[in-house]
């Protein structure tokens, strides 16, 4: 028992850079239709109005965020999907960007796998993915805490279709285990001043930049 207690714990800190809790994302009318709708993801401990990203951003995702598990990413993943599809249905031409930071990024990694086959005009930025498949580097962090995590949070992929995704992982545990679990949380929270900034993206971004070093899509 005591082992699994152990085990659950450190699977709460894994992720975690905060201490609030968001329930939901703030009601508003469906966004203009003109240029890109850009929707963004927070990590463990964010909420809707504090959750680091900057740049022209349309709609910030409100989800419970408190404990790092599958439940959390699982209410992440569908009210992400509530949200592009709402404004898809009043803006059928517009393309999404999406953008998630660590238990954000796996939300929007779990939504391109589920979603490709049947959303198009979309692409995708994942920072510090905790779901990331390697290479380069290892894999995430919920690969070694699956079984305590839970789906869809646990497992690395890079089930994305034909949907373009840019992957952000320097140095740091929670997306590359072999970075070393010694380096979190410092890196995990420091690593990332610029990827913040939304307007830093292309629409059509498929790439990889690991350690400071540009690769290419292996997905």
Not at 178 to 200: E, K, L, V
Request: aromatic share 10%.
């Amino acid at each position: 028992m005591r082992a699994k207690s152990i085990a659950a714990a450190s699977a709460g800190i894994l992720l975690t850079a905060g201490l609030s809790v968001a329930q939901g994302s703030p009601a508003q009318a469906a966004a203009p239709c003109e240029g890109t709708y850009t929707i963004v993801v927070g990590g463990t401990g964010s909420s809707w109005n504090n959750d680091g990203f900057t740049g022209n951003i349309q709609q910030h995702v409100g989800y419970p965020t408190q404990i790092p598990n599958g439940a959390s990413a699982r209410a992440g993943v569908n009210e992400l999907n509530r949200l592009v599809r709402d404004q898809r249905w009043a803006c059928p031409d517009q393309h999404v960007k999406m953008g998630g930071y660590s238990l954000g990024a796996a939300v929007v990694h779990t939504w391109v796998t589920e979603n490709w086959q049947t959303f198009g005009n979309v692409n995708a930025v994942l920072i510090a993915d905790p779901k990331r498949q390697a290479p380069p580097g290892a894999n995430g962090g919920s690969v070694p805490f699956g079984g305590i995590i839970g789906a869809p949070l646990a497992g690395a992929d890079k089930f994305f279709g034909n949907i373009p995704v840019k992957t952000i992982c320097h140095w740091d545990y929670v997306c590359d285990e072999s970075a070393g679990i010694w380096t979190y949380p410092a890196n995990h929270i420091n690593n990332y001043p610029n990827d913040f900034n939304m307007d830093h993206h292309n629409d059509g971004a498929n790439e990889q930049w690991y350690n400071g070093a540009w690769h290419p899509a292996s997905w």
